[in-house]
Structures are given as structure tokens and as C-alpha cells.
């Protein structure tokens, strides 16, 4: 029986190369405009700003609904125009979002990438502490062997 020497623990250290930083490779290859659209996705999109959008436009309306008239500072086609505005808004902050949600969706995959090679790191470290206690088990046959006792033996098993 010829048992193959694995390979050290130092050996394998040397093999392996350090995990990459996918979150700071990320964010270095973003242009100023990347950054811009991650910006508009990640804090427009919240309840926050929703809110102060709602509280404006309610107390926009409110204003000129309700105050005198002397004191109101759109006409009544101001809610025309407010309507228009809100529309327009829209129309320039969902290509910016789709284009966040983009690059978050890139930035997602290189995660999943760099969590593949870490995996495939921990299998290859795994196989190694396998081959290990697999060559110590022959060496342990072995030696058994050599000492004219059987395996039945050594662990109190009787056939």
C-alpha cells in the first residue's frame, strides 16, 4: 500500500491568493455620473423623500386652496402647472433609477462572483484537510499493521 504525501499547510498558503474587495472595486470604476445615479436611487427612492414631496405638495395646495386670495401666489392654473412639473419630474428620475439600479445589479453580481471564489477556495482547503486524514489514517493502518493488530482490534470490535 503506497500512501501519497499531501501537501503542507504552508504550501497551500502560498497557493492561495487573498479574496478580492469587490465593494472597493466597485465603487472605484464608477464615473461621476455613476455615482450621481446610484446617489438619485439610493435617496430619492426612500419614504423620506416621498414624504417631504407629500408634505410640499399638500401644503402648496393647502396655501392656495385656502388662504385669501391677496395672499395666494399661484393662480388657480398652478395646479395645472404643479401636475406638469410632478410629471416631468418623473419622467427625468426613472431613467436616473434605472440606471442605479443598474449598477447596483452589476455591483451584486461581483459580489456573487467573489463569493463563488471564496467558496471554491473553502473546497480546495476542505480536499486538502480531507487528503490529510486520509494519508494519517493509512499511516495509522500501517502501523497497525506493522504491530499485528487488527482494525477489529485496536477500536474493541470483535468479529
Known sequence: ????????LAELKKRIKPPRNVNKE????LSRLDRFAVYITEYVGTIGF????FAWTVLWL??????????????????????FISNVIQIFLMPLIMVGQNLQGRHAEARAESDLEINIK??????VILRHLEYQNGM???MLGKLGVSVEESTGKEK
Open 1 to 8: 500500500m503506497t500512501i501519497e504525501k499531501p501537501i503542507s
Open 26 to 29: 466597485f465603487v472605484e470604476k
Open 140 to 142: 495509522m493502518l500501517i
Open 122 to 127: 473553502a473546497e480546495q482547503e476542505i480536499e
Open 62 to 83: 393647502s396655501w392656495n386652496l385656502l388662504a385669501p386670495a391677496r395672499l395666494q401666489f399661484d393662480p388657480p392654473m398652478g395646479f395645472i402647472l404643479w401636475l
Open 50 to 53: 416621498f414624504l417631504l414631496i
